[in-house]
């Protein structure tokens, strides 16, 4: 019975963070997070600092569209 109560917990718990991460996704409070876990890798892993910088400019960098000649 002990199992059933603690796996019930967990799914619960589980269940509970995914909705909090798709509601942080659909309004917008995803980037807060994303800042403070950019604020702590810089103190702490600053390669992944630096992956995170390469990977906002290149989230912001829009690809060129192709002129319809060059095919």
Excluded: N
């Excluded at 290149?58 to 690809?63: C, G, Q, Y």
């Amino acid at each position: 019975m002990a199992y059933l109560v603690f796996l019930g917990g967990l799914v619960v718990v589980l269940a509970g963070l995914s909705w909090f991460a798709a509601w942080a996704k659909r309004s917008g409070h995803g980037f807060g997070v994303a800042g403070a876990l950019a604020a702590h890798d810089e103190a702490y892993r600053t390669t992944a600092h630096q992956s995170h910088h390469e990977l906002r400019v290149a989230a912001d960098r829009k690809a060129e569209a192709g002129s319809p000649d060059d095919y």
